[in-house]
């Protein structure tokens, strides 16, 4: 309260300040001692007739109270310097939860401004911090679990006296315990390569319609296998300006989600619409559906609805796909309920030289 009725005082009015003090202090405050010397008769009132006397009382006591005031000035001063020289080496050491204090009147507005700074800069890396280790745990935790049981049941098939249907069975095991890895290798790959950008390169104008009817291809060996009805509604060639291979990872990881979360025989509903300024992708399955806890993180990395983690996959793939859309100025829309589906849109803005279609 008391601050705003000071004026942020920049570094050069609080140096003249304390300067111009000290001197004061020391003149006015030696004066004095000397009239109280004078008052009680330790000097006789003609000290100063012998000069050499004089000054060397003078000096004698301007010695004493200047290292005094410049002492205690020299403190006061010097005090916030020392705080943030001993802060910095906290924060070097890893301490993020060190923060420089922003109290005192006479602090100047350059070190009150640095504080600030020094202390955003701590938060900012202290959640950078959290973040990383959450990130090195979960992925060890979904690293290690497929290798323990890829070991476990090598060792069985090692043993040998197993019957052929149980052999076959662990080499499924192993088999899919092994794409589960390959899948984490690449969504962590791909994941660590967008991350941290906020633009890509590598645009080019493509047919999306196409990439989408070759990723409905590329997943058929799923959807048939769960015997799952597609509904199509594709019509027209769309030409959209965008990364391709980010974008393809898009249309994977939603159809793969779309089939994974689907009941067997259920049915799958793939629309991609084209409007003026906006191209809308939407795949709707009639699955397990999400309640509103997952539906909060589905985007969190690492995260699975399943908590007991017996679905396949590693909780990146739609972290992977809000990025890449975010990419691309997009936006995603999940709407689902438990038991009955989920609908996911993609809208995608189209720059002004794509509403053409390339002479090809
Ligand atoms: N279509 C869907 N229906 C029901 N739940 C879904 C659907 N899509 C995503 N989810 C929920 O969101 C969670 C996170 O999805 P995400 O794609 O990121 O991970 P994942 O599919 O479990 O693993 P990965 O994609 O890495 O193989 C899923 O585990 C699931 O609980
Ligand atoms: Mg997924």
Known sequence: MIKHFFPRFNIFFVFSFYIFNILWFNVGLSGVIIYWLLRVGFLSENFYENPAVGISILLF??????????????????????????????????????????????????????????????????????????FVNNFSHEFKTPIVSLRGFAKLLKKGNLSNDERQEYLDIIISESDRLAALATNVLNLSKIENRTSFSGHSLFNLSEQIRRTILITELKWSEKRLELEVDIKEDIYFLGNPELLSQVWV???????????????????LLNYNDCVVFKVEDFGCGMDEEIKAHIFDKFYQGDRSRSTEGNGLGMTVVKKIVSLHKGEILVESRPSQGTIVTITLPKQANEKQKPLL
Do not use: H, W
Not at 67 to 96: H, Q, W, Y
């Open 61 to 134: 006591i301007s010695t004493i109270i200047g290292l005094i005031v410049t002492r205690v000035a020299g403190k006061l001063m010097l005090n916030p310097i020392c705080e943030m020289l001993a802060s910095m080496k906290k924060l070097a050491g890893g301490d993020f939860n060190v923060r420089i204090g922003n109290s005192g009147l006479l602090r100047p507005k350059e070190l009150r401004d640095f504080s600030e700074e020094f202390n955003a800069m701590a938060k900012e890396l202290g959640s950078i911090e959290i973040l990383r280790s959450d």
């Open 253 to 271: 990881n939603l159809l793969d989600n779309a089939v994974k979360f689907s009941y067997q025989s259920g049915k799958l509903r793939i629309r």
